[in-house]
């Protein structure tokens, strides 16, 4: 009964703060956020007592732009910014007479997208037509391949950081049910001076990837991190470059909330996301949204556009099924090289996909996979790393802290990019070697870090320098201040001498007063030691 | 009697009489031809509105292909072995109009797509069982793969000049896809319509 007190006025609480909600205000998101329940929460252990909450439920659907020099069924070219219509052939412009000629990168690129995401790869898949109408459809159809796409059945595995301190790499999975080849459609411009629609045939037939996820999801969290993985093995491969702010990338998310257990609810579609965060907020809202119209007694609203409805499909008559073969020796006899995909040879070529990369920097330099997960997150980081650790002689274990908290903070902080970064490798080695000589202490490195980040160009030793923060290691110098600091207080070190250790870290501290935190703090610790016994 | 029958159907076909009299002439020196479309009419009559014509074909510079056969060699199938008509509700002609974006919503409209109907459930006739269905001709063949080269585009001035309506570089789309009003609303649209 407490229980399902608890838990209702814990949704009151939120839905209070919805009431208040606008989409500008991104404050009131971070507070949605940190008071959700965890969105993996297990059963709760009075759980037999209580109603079940709402949760979400969130699918992906995923159109990556294939990176390919021309488009898919015609030899123009692909670009993301030239003047109108000046990247369409005759084709793409859908003039009668003309006919689709398959890119064979645009297969290469399915296949290898298929083999990192554990698919099976169709030997045998077809083509289709989508009809429907709209100013950025030339042809009125969009060929695509509905009935036997070219792979089926994978998983895309990623990882979330949980915990307080974020420390802790939980992995999930999320099964993708097929990844086809489609043709995209041009562009459509609104102009609401002469009220007209202006269309761009730049982009329709530029080959996409539709990658189509089950509803494995359960927050905005989970889903923006799943996104961020995929955009990361699709960089690593090559096939998409994974921008989502310029349209390569394009995710729209199914949501729904339901009571574990009973059926699924009605879904609504979020689109027109340009980056990973946002995504995370919109499905949030949207589940909250839905949360609380479920709570007042409403039903949720599902508004699909006419064209979503299940038909004007039909095979695409102008193309045969597309044969993938599986390894040389299935090869029919005299076949042109270049006429044949053969999915070995491309799993031969595939390159480091992300999570053997995180395993290997763990492996190879004993950091913990959290801090892994984080350099393998963030564009350049790795490289960064790696150039410190060639100019420094300090561990990779100590090293990595720096990069992740220090640097990343303060990039992040600025919205930098690694590349932007005013501080370079060989700058950050240098200071961590004047750490690791014991010129400086780590606090004062800290401060030096701070003071480097604001004068790009000024090395450590010089900032050190002029502003006096070297370590002072002269032995008499310290004696003295330490004599002063044990002769004006008695009565801790008499404590000390009966036994109270703690009481010398006072003394410490008052030693580190004097110097400015500038003494090193294992001798002085040694000489008060001397001192007191 | 025949060639006067023949006119007629001649005539409903769009071919002018004049060519009719010298037809009939032909045929009525080709006994054999006559008695033919004589039987081929007979036995049409039962069925509604075949006009099939199996005589030599008029004008032509080639003689007749010997693996065409002179008559047909297929009678339609009868009607027991076709399944029941097919009912269109009135919702099914709503949605097939909102996606074809035709208006055959008339009475000779309907009659017409019926008929298309109960031609095509012909097809039903035919075992299919244990059968892949077959959705190119060309599934046989091999796909041809191209390279990843650019070799076109660059034509805007010439895909632009087939557009009514351009607005610099751009196409102008046509008015946007106005959703067809709902049945009940039509009526009502119509009622006050000039239509």
Known sequence: MAAF?????ELLHNMKQISGFYPKASCVIRRIRTTNPRCDSQIQPRAKSTPQQLVGVVGLEIHAQINSSTKLFSGSSVRFSAPPNSLVSFFDASLPGTLPVLNRRCVEAAVMTGLALNCNINRKSLFDRKHYFYADLPAGYQITQQRQPVAVDGT??????????????????????????????????HDDVHSQTLIDLNRAGVGLMELVMEPDMSCGEEAAAAVRELQLILQALGTCQGNMSEGQLRVDANVSVHRPGEPLGVRTEVKNINSVRYLARAIDYEIQRQIGILQRGGTVQNETRAYD?????????NLPPLIVYEDNASL?????????????????????????????????????????????????????????????????????????????????QQDLSVSQSP??????????????????????????????????????????????????SDTAQLHSICQKVVDSHPDEVHAIRNGNKKVLNKLMGLVQKE??????????RKILQEKTS | MSALSLAALRTSCGVPPKIIRSTSRLLSNDGHTITNVEKTFHRRSCCVQTYILSVTRLYSSQPHNPKVPK?????????????QPAQIPADLVDKLERLALVDFRTKQGLECLEKAIRF???????????????????????LYLRDDAVKEGDCAEELLQLSEKTAEEYFVAPPGNIPLPKREERAAMLKHSEF
């Not at chain 1, 110097?515 to 002085?524: E, F, Q, S, Y």
């Not at chain 2, 097809?123 to 269905?133: A, F, M």
Request: charged fraction near 25%; proline fraction near 7%.
């Open chain 2, 120 to 142: 095509a459930d012909q097809l039903h006739v035919v075992d299919t069982s244990g059968i892949e269905p077959m959705d190119s001709v060309l599934e046989d063949r091999a």
């Open chain 2, 71 to 83: 008559m047909p060699t297929w009678e339609p199938v009868p009607e027991d072995q076709l399944p």
């Open chain 1, 423 to 472: 501080i370079s490798p060989p700058a950050l080695a240098e200071l961590l070697e004047l750490q690791e000589t014991g010129h400086i202490s780590s606090s004062v490195a800290k401060q030096v870090f701070q003071k480097m980040w604001r004068s790009p160009g000024k090395t450590a030793a010089q900032i050190t320098q002029e502003h006096d923060l070297g370590l002072v």
């Open chain 1, 309 to 317: 409805s299940k038909s004007g499909f039909m095979p695409e008559p």
């Open chain 1, 5 to 9: 007190c608890v838990a209702a006025s």
């Open chain 1, 156 to 189: 895309l595995t990623y990882s979330l950081l949980e915990g307080k301190k974020r420390s802790q790499v939980i992995r999930k999975n999320v099964h993708i049910k097929q990844i086809q080849l489609e043709q995209d459609s041009g562009k459509s411009l």
């Open chain 1, 332 to 412: 029919p006899a005299g076949i042109d090289a270049c006429q044949a995909v053969v999915v070995q040879k491309i799993k031969e070529g595939l390159p480091e996909l992300p999570s053997i990369k995180r395993d290997r920097l763990v492996q190879t330099y004993g950091i913990l996979p959290e801090h892994s997960f984080t350099l393998v997150n963030e564009d350049g980081l790795v490289e960064y790393f790696e150039a410190v650790l060639m100019a420094t002689k300090k561990e990779p274990r100590k090293v990595i802290g720096w990069v992740t908290n220090e640097l990343l903070g303060h990039l992040k």
């Open chain 1, 515 to 524: 110097t400015k935190g500038r003494a090193d703090p294992v001798l002085v």
